[in-house]
């Protein structure tokens, strides 16, 4: 796929591939788990992160997931971006979404949805129980380009898998349903690493159509940041000129829709679901890491890890 990552200003309609503007982020976060599964200890297991962002080609990810170069690269640069608290930030993320799926299923649930999949591996990767479905939504050149890559590397998907191309700016329920979803079965749903580069008014719609599409006992998790714009203005700067020094031109501000967005925990209770929020510091010290008091996490690195379960219906009073 080669090089790209130069142009990451949003517009209705835009696309992308894995080297450019959104997708350049799911490859980022690709190498952040090659790297946190490497060593004699690795954090974490994901054995296809690293021959995916190969594939993609970027340099500056290919160097940063090979350890070869650090964002934290001179004195004054921020402790909180070198190799272990990026691999340890990343292991806190894929553990928690990991721990959804497998903690569904082992609930019964058999139907899961992966919604911005990007480079996730978690359909080859996990245990899955017999009769699973995983569905992976995503943007039909980021589906062909991972299906398809993996497919050339003798890489099986572990479970019954149907990726499905198209934007979530589009009627992907109905994409979904075509694929074979069933929307009278409990579904696990994960968006993961997404709300961000939604507009306002389209996570909103996001949300809505989950719960349109969820029968009683569907789980769902993601993850946002507070604030988001105001906390790019204080810092996203320092860390997109980081980027550009490593031959990215690269704008985190530029993919960010503007506008206030209504509180994830709240909307998705105000819809019905039992919302749980644990915050990135609670994150870190439930899987035994130190936790990071660096000046990046003013910009994005706060994340709130939100589970959420849809309860079954008040039996009827007699």
């Known amino acids: 796929m080669g090089q790209g990552a130069n142009d990451t200003r949003r517009s209705d309609g835009d696309t992308w591939d894995l080297a450019s503007s959104v997708g350049a982020t799911a490859t980022a976060v690709a190498a952040r788990r090659a790297l946190a599964s490497k060593g004699p200890d690795p ?3 994901d054995p296809f992160a690293e021959p995916l962002v190969r ?10 997931m090979d350890g070869e170069i650090e964002l934290a690269e001179d004195d004054a640069a921020d402790p909180a971006l070198t190799a272990r608290r990026l691999s340890e930030g990343m292991a806190v ?26 480079l996730d591996t978690r359909a080859y990767r996990l245990a899955w129980p017999d009769t699973s479905v995983v569905y992976e939504v995503d943007q039909p050149r980021v589906i062909e380009f991972k299906t398809g890559t993996l497919a050339a590397l003798g890489a099986v998907p572990a479970v019954e898998h149907r990726p499905v191309g198209v934007d ?16 009278g079965q409990p579904t696990a749903w994960s968006a993961e690493g997404l709300l961000s580069y939604l507009p306002p008014d389209a996570q909103d719609r996001l949300f809505d159509s989950i719960t349109a599409l969820s029968a009683p006992g569907s789980r769902l998790a993601t993850g946002y940041v507070p ?3 105001d906390r790019l203005e204080k810092r ?13 031109n690269f704008n985190w501000s530029d993919l ?3 506008g206030e967005r209504n509180d994830v925990v709240t909307y998705l209770s105000d819809h019905g679901w039992q919302v749980t929020a644990r915050s990135t510091q609670e994150m870190y010290a439930h899987n035994g890491f130190e936790f990071p ?19 079954q219906p008040a039996d009827p009073v007699r």
């Open 55 to 64: 594939a993609v080609g970027v340099e500056a990810f290919i160097r940063m």
């Open 236 to 248: 996203g700067r320092d860390i997109s000129e980081r980027w550009q020094r490593l031959g990215l």
């Open 93 to 118: 993320r894929t553990r928690f979404f990991d721990a959804h799926f497998l903690d569904a299923a082992r609930a019964g649930v058999r139907q899961s949805v992966i919604l911005a999949s990007g």
């Open 293 to 311: 008091e660096e000046r990046s996490l003013v910009a994005f690195g706060d994340i709130r890890y939100v589970s959420a379960v849809l309860p």
């Open 168 to 183: 979530l700016r589009d009627d992907w329920p109905a994409a979904l349903r075509d694929n074979g979803f069933d929307p």
């Open 227 to 229: 604030n988001i714009r």
């Open 256 to 258: 960010v829709y503007p």
């Open 43 to 45: 954090l974490i297991d």
